[in-house]
Each structure stands twice: as structure tokens, then as C-alpha cells.
């Protein structure tokens, strides 16, 4: 890597080993946030390494909540539901999550706080949280309509019962966790299942939560209490080495300890219709989330379509999936993924950008991505518009691309993946 951190990454002959990835992301926030607003001590092995969730740590810290880092286990030493007033702004880095999610526990503290964040994070939509928030008695200040920086005045909430617009785990999360501060029984519905680490983490600190057809309902006033944990391999890092070995017919690739929630493995399910053979084993369940060994061997890739509720369950692993499809045999088509242009970049123009730079045809839509198989790509000057997972999605497309691919910012993947480039180089066969 050069000092502007453009990577080049060469073409491989295919890929072989076993890897094992640092905490969820998802996991990881909550676990840290909720840890916080505990009573006594949360310790938590394999935390996500990744820099979004030490954004979510240097808030908590300036919420008055201690916490120490050894390695991968973090301690944190919880304060009960009342944080302390800050001194200073909370800073969310380029963490979406750590935003919203926190909000939902601000919406309840009785001081005013203020959130801000990177570029990326300060053109991203929060009226998704400030309309609920808001109408559970929080007073919510933002920019332009609804763009952070959030200015919150929290204190006693009242519960209500939301059905969300958006289908988003961070709203779902951001209102469980206001819910704690609440009078009475708060009610959030979903059009379609999202992940559910909010609600499983709620219950592994000592939370009940009632839990009907898509509807998930908190009771105001609920104690938590510390846990001691052991954070499941990140599935939408793995996302990365799944779809590297599935560029490689014969290619073996095993992930131990890998995080197989249902509300997110869905993945799985895609790249088996997809060709990939896959196998899972030694599942076992870990504070309420399920983990388990993955074995992956590439085949030949045919073709698969990624709509409707499949697309919110996989809507972090889009841009690898589309980065490999030129190399199925007959394409991969996303449909119902807008949401991907107010991710950490526009994620649909940003993919297509990329693949027409090494020479793909690729159809964008305003929702999504048609992208037709059995294309040869050659390696270009690429740009990870200084999102994470663009930068890691195509140092995965490169792998089989002709000639060399520099990817620009390309240390954009330590906001969830630091060491995801050397993870990538240890498993390649040149
Ligand atoms: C997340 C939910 C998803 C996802 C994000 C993490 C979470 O976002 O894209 O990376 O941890 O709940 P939305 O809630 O906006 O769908």
C-alpha cells in the first residue's frame, strides 16, 4: 500500500485455507452500547476489530461508561440506564449504526447530547429515527431535513407502536432500545425481516421482549444486566472470502467460529442457487445467536436474481455479489435495493462505476443492478469511494480480472475489515 493507500491487487489461481474472522460488526455495537446501560460488568471476547465499532466505544466512554481494550476482549464496566451528560460531541466516525442505534438510548437520558460524524455519515438520512424518536417525546434537532448533526434532548419517553417505512435493523434497534426508557409497552413492526441481533442481545442482557409475526414488542423500565460473551465471526466480512472462492471452481475454503443467525445467513442459501457448494457443521448457539463452521468449495457459477425480502437480508453482501456476477455464466440481477444509495456511498453507482471500468456491461437501475454473466474483465484504476465495502468487494473482482487493479482509498476497509487484505493474500494461490 502506498501513502494514499491505493492497493494493487493482482490476479490469483484460486484460493485455499481456512480463515476466522473478528467479531460481528452488528453484534459488536450492541453488545458495547447495551453493556454501557447495564448493571455490573460486560466482557466481551473476539470484538469487532473494525473502526465504526470503536466509534461506537469512544462514545460510550464520553457517555461516562468505562471500558478497557486487551487484544480482541474488551470490559466494560456498565452504568444502569443513566449515562452521563457529555462535555463534548459524540463522535460517530462513519458509523451509521452507532448513530441511530445510540439515539434510541439518548432519546431516554435526561441531558442533551449531540452526534456527529465523517462526510459519509453527515449526508445519510436520520429522519428514520428522528419521526419515531420524536414522537415518543425526545426533541430532535438535525440539518437539511433530516442529516446529521443530531442535536438530542432526551428524557422520560413515552411507548408507542410503530410500523416502520424503511425496512432497517438500526431503526428497529434504535427503538427497543428507546423502548427501555419508556412507560409502557413499545410496539415496532416491519414489512420485512431484518436482522435481529437487537432483540437477541436485549434478551442475553436480561431483557424480555414478546415477539409476534413481524411485530416485536418491549416492556418499559427492564433491568439489564452484564454478560460475558464471545462475539460471532463476521458474517458480512466473510461475505468477501465466500464470493473470492466462488470465483475459483475447486477452490476450499473453511470459516470456524462464523456467525449463522438466520435473519442473516441468507447469503448462504443465494450462493448455493448461485453454484457454490457449501456445507455447515458444528453449529452451536451462543448467547441466543447461532454460530457454525462453514466449508465453501467453488464451482462453476450459473445465475441468480436477489429481490424483495432476500435483498434486505443480504443488503451488506450486494456489492461483492455483484462484483463476482460477470463471472457467472449467466448473470446476476438485484432488484428492491435502493436503500443501497444512501449506504456509506451510493453502493449502485458505485459498483457500476467499477465493473465499466474493467470493461463490464452492467445495467443500473434506480433500484438496482442487472448485470449479465460470462463477461472477461480487465484490471483498471478503480476508486472504493471511500466505502468499506466497495474497496473490499473489488479487490475481490480483481482476483480474476486480466492484468493489474489499483483500488484508491482502499484503507476505507478498516471501518469493519483492518486486516482484510492480508487475510485475502494468506488464502490466495498465485
Ligand atoms: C445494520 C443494519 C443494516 C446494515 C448495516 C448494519 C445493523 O442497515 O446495512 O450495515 O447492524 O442493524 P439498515 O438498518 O439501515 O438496513
Redesign the pocket.
Given at each position: 500500500m502506498n501513502n494514499d493507500s491505493t492497493i494493487v491487487i493482482r490476479p490469483a489461481l484460486g484460493l485455499e485455507g481456512s480463515v476466522r474472522l473478528p467479531g460481528d460488526?452488528?453484534i459488536s455495537?450492541?453488545y458495547a452500547m447495551l453493556g454501557a446501560i447495564a448493571q455490573g460488568t460486560t466482557k466481551l471476547e473476539n470484538f469487532s476489530t473494525g473502526a465504526d465499532c470503536a466509534s461506537t466505544l469512544g462514545c460510550v466512554r464520553t457517555l461516562g461508561a468505562q471500558w478497557e481494550r486487551k487484544d480482541g476482549s474488551v470490559v466494560i464496566q456498565g452504568r444502569g440506564p443513566a449515562l452521563q451528560a457529555p462535555k463534548s460531541p459524540l463522535d460517530c466516525g462513519n458509523s451509521?449504526?452507532t448513530m441511530?442505534?445510540l439515539s434510541g438510548i439518548l432519546a431516554g437520558q435526561e441531558f442533551q447530547s449531540e452526534l456527529i460524524g465523517d462526510e459519509s455519515l453527515s449526508r445519510r438520512p436520520m429522519a428514520?429515527i428522528i419521526t419515531p424518536l420524536s414522537d415518543m417525546g425526545a426533541k430532535i434537532k438535525s440539518q437539511d431535513g433530516g442529516r446529521p448533526p443530531l442535536h438530542i434532548n432526551g428524557g422520560r419517553l413515552k411507548a408507542i407502536d410503530y410500523t416502520m417505512p424503511?425496512?432497517?435493523?438500526?431503526?428497529?434497534?434504535s427503538l427497543l432500545f428507546a423502548g427501555l426508557y419508556a412507560g409502557g409497552e413499545t410496539r415496532v413492526t416491519e414489512s420485512v425481516r431484518?436482522?435481529d441481533?437487537?432483540e437477541v442481545a436485549l434478551r442475553a442482557f436480561g431483557a424480555e421482549l414478546k415477539h409476534e409475526g413481524n411485530t416485536v414488542e418491549i416492556a418499559g423500565g427492564q433491568e439489564l444486566h452484564g454478560i460475558e460473551a464471545t462475539i460471532p465471526g463476521d458474517l458480512?466480512s466473510a461475505a468477501f472470502f465466500l464470493c473470492a472462492a466462488a470465483l475459483f471452481p475447486g477452490s476450499q475454503l473453511s470459516i470456524p467460529g462464523l456467525l449463522m443467525n438466520p435473519t442473516r445467513a441468507r447469503l448462504l442459501d443465494l450462493l448455493i442457487s448461485l453454484g457454490v457448494g457449501i456445507s455447515v457443521t458444528q453449529l452451536e448457539e451462543t448467547n441466543g445467536e447461532l454460530i457454525g463452521t462453514v466449508q465453501v468449495e467453488g464451482r462453476k457459477l450459473r445465475s441468480l436474481t436477489v429481490s424483495g425480502a432476500d435483498t434486505?437480508a443480504v443488503?451488506?453482501e450486494i456489492p461483492v455479489l455483484a462484483a463476482i456476477a460477470p463471472f457467472s455464466s449467466e448473470g446476476i440481477e438485484i432488484r428492491d435495493a435502493r436503500?443501497l444509495r444512501v449506504?456509506e456511498s451510493d453502493r449502485i453507482a458505485a459498483v457500476a462505476t467499477n465493473l465499466r471500468a474493467m470493461g463490464a456491461e452492467v445495467e443500473e437501475r434506480e433500484d438496482g443492478l442487472n448485470i449479465p454473466g460470462n463477461q472477461r474483465l480487465h484490471g483498471a484504476e478503480l476508486d472504493s469511494f471511500g466505502d468499506h465495502r466497495i474497496a473490499m468487494a473489488f479487490a475481490v473482482a480483481a482476483l480474476r480480472a486480466d492484468g493489474h487493479t489499483k483500488i484508491s482509498k482502499s484503507d476505507a476497509a478498516v471501518i469493519s475489515y483492518p486486516a482484510f487484505y492480508e487475510a485475502l493474500e494468506s488464502l490466495l494461490q498465485r
Open positions: 460488526k452488528s455495537h450492541r451509521g449504526s441511530r442505534m428514520r424503511v425496512a432497517s435493523a438500526q431503526v428497529k434497534t431484518t436482522r441481533h437487537g458480512s434486505a443488503i451488506d436503500e449506504k
